[in-house]
Nanobody, 127 residues
């Protein structure tokens, strides 16, 4: 699976951005799709995951109520809608694909479970 993330940019605190991740090279609906982020000097952090059908999501506590994951299987694309952004959200955001049967609505993923990664897109939130 090839993944191409886009939509990053600079925004002021309180603003919104929507990231997209386009997939190719495999049957998109066979994969749960996740988002991770990595801030400078910090470890990779799980942001959220959506099931292969899109019927279930799993979000990190740090973004619950602010970020929403969705997907369009017809367009082979997963989205991360980010609202009420804060400076602590500044990071490179990565999308990743997970075999559908490994999806959990409660597990906090480390990233090691994922086989396919996009190249990352930078989000910068200024105060």
């Amino acid at each position: 699976v090839q993944l191409q993330a886009s939509g990053g940019g600079s925004v002021q605190a309180g603003g919104s951005l929507r990231l997209s991740c386009a997939a190719s090279g495999a049957t998109f609906s066979n994969y749960a799709m996740g988002w991770f982020r990595q801030a400078p000097g910090k470890e990779r952090e799980f942001v959220g995951l959506i099931s292969s059908s899109g019927g279930s999501t799993n979000s990190a506590d740090s973004v619950k109520g602010r970020f929403t994951i969705s997907r369009d299987n017809a367009a082979n694309t997963v989205y991360l809608q980010m609202n009420s952004l804060i400076p602590e959200d500044t990071a490179v955001y990565y999308c990743a694909a997970l075999d559908y049967y490994l999806y959990s609505s409660t597990y906090s993923y480390t990233g090691d479970e994922f086989d396919y990664w996009g190249q990352g897109t930078l989000v910068t939130v200024s105060s």
